[in-house]
């Protein structure tokens, strides 16, 4: 296949070589994603995500490949990001949005190329939007302005914020396009107000007479379970409610002939369902009963589409995604065709007979693709790949990577991917690092590099397995799977990790005096768990992990995640929450331990790592805890990704490779 000219700028810029590449290499990778398809199905466009050290900035800017050829840039903001491409109707314009100045806001470009114009000029930053069927007006979302009475409290009292209480809601507005007019922003329409809800996903009807969207009493993220959707009349304004249920509904997608809606379902839980499946409902659009599609799929239900062939979808089954199609009428599901592509996101020819993706395998990086839409019964996805972005790694020398199985002390299988180096030899025994997923509801697939934090890559390659276990309550392994973990945190995830290393070790193939673990988020939990209950890791990295499941519960904005896992609050039952926090056995403690968090992190507060820290010196374990300031739950910047994974790189150069730990 070709070289696109994108990538082949890339491998210049990154100095790959034959050697393993440095940590600011991978780092600079050029990533593809959110392909989108032309209404004829001649063009895809999609987003390339790049690295702007100067600025310590990642920019993401619209590409396009016409008639499915050479990609072209097509957007080139001098500031900010373009994203969200989406075509008009009759494949003239792509709309899509941008930060490019002070706030996000909706912007065309032709499909032929030019300059950008602004179509929307919100007082706050707009949140999604999508084109009428006529293609002469665009519904977006976006937050109300800041009131007067909210300028006039901070003229007088200055900043501070009550919890829980202080939000605009989201409404939905119109603005309509004249061709004529382009380049002078038109006056949006408000087409929802007031404070009783706060709007989320919607749809346009097929007759572009109505929008389907689903609302909530406020945009707080513990709300989301009083979602329920309603209808808008465009002309009139009307609203009329047609789901109204006990727990969230959300995401409606209206049937090819306007007749019928589908959107997903907490099936009644007014708590939260984290670790439960979700539920496709339909209904008809004159009300009535819901029903239940896809009864016999046991995993979540991603990107729902309605097409004339039928609803489609994108899910797990085990380490792979897969699409599928759910058949309206019975509700039955079947994969569609097969692909050694695990699928991602997804979009469709309104006709439903073409589609474009973005996908990856264990050789590849995420790429973009093209294909016909299998017929019932055919057996494979006949993908034409539009992108090359494996280019980036060809003259890298990179492991393996498998998928392996063992069994967890209670019998429950579990599976896990294992890097092994490329002259990786059965006879040897190697130094061990486990790498855990967070969720826990993610998964690990077998990729050739992985992103993050932990240079996987460069341990590999200086002679060493990795271990990323999918262990009980990840995706992919159903509802019951994800559901092992309840009442269990932290106890279980161990039994699960600790059988993998076992599993490894039986085949003598793991220097057990060079073994180390570490994660993000939940896998920065469980890695806080592995530090305070056992002593078989020479180190242990904790990423923005919870320590007390009482610390994490009073100040995470998620309270209802520790309600549903431990079925109680610290007040009802202290017992749980002693048994599956890592503070418990502080003083067995004796692994030395690199804790690294984001200094305004809501989903993981930072309280977390000053107990766990304190906790640690004070019993004479090695400890050095490293605050990433200005970040939150995830470090996304270039710079700050560099310092974290150079000071994992040293951690565990210094306690499992005997080293000094110099960065390649």
Known sequence: MRLSLIFAAALISSGASAQTPAFDSVISLHQ????????????????????????NKFDTEIWLARDRGEPIQLTRAAKGSSTTPRWSPDGKWIGFLSDREERQQVYLISALGGEAVQLTKSAASVNNFRWSPDGKAI??????????????????????AAEDEDWSPVHLWLVEIDPDRLGTVPEARRLTEGTAFTVGGFQWSPDGRRIAFDHQVNPLINSGTTADISLIEVASKSITPLVKAPGGDNGPVWSPDGQWLVYGSSGGDTTSHFYRNNRLMKIAVTGGASTRLGTGFDEQIFGVTWTTGGIYFTGFEKTRRKLFRIDPASGTVQPVGDSPVTIFGVDFTPDGTAMAFTGQTASTLTEVYFAPVPAPGEAAVQAERITDATSQIASWPLGTSEVVSWKSRDGATIEGVLHKPRDFNPARK????VVIHGGPTGIDLPLPVTGGVYPILQWVGQGALVLRPNYRGSAGYGEAFRALNVRNLGVGDMWDVMSGVDHLVRQGIVDTARMGAMGWSQGGYISAFLTTNTTRFKAISVGAG???????????????FTRQ???????IDPAIYAKTSPMTNIRQAKTPTLIQHGEFDRRVPIQNAYELFQGLQDVGVPTRLVVYKGFGHGINKPKEQLAAMTHNWEWFGRYVFGGTGVAP
């Open 546 to 560: 919870i320590s007390n499941w009482v610390t994490y519960y009073v100040s995470t904005d998620i309270h209802p």
């Open 139 to 160: 519904a977006f979302s976006a937050a109300e302005a800041e009131t007067e009475a909210m300028k006039q409290r901070k003229e007088k009292f200055g900043q501070f």
């Open 430 to 433: 190697y130094p061990l690092l």
């Open 565 to 571: 896992y431990l079925k109680a609050n610290p007040w």
């Open 32 to 55: 593809v994603g959110a392909a989108a398809i032309s209404p004829d199905g001649r063009h895809v466009a999609f987003t390339v995500r790049t690295t702007d050290w100067k600025e």
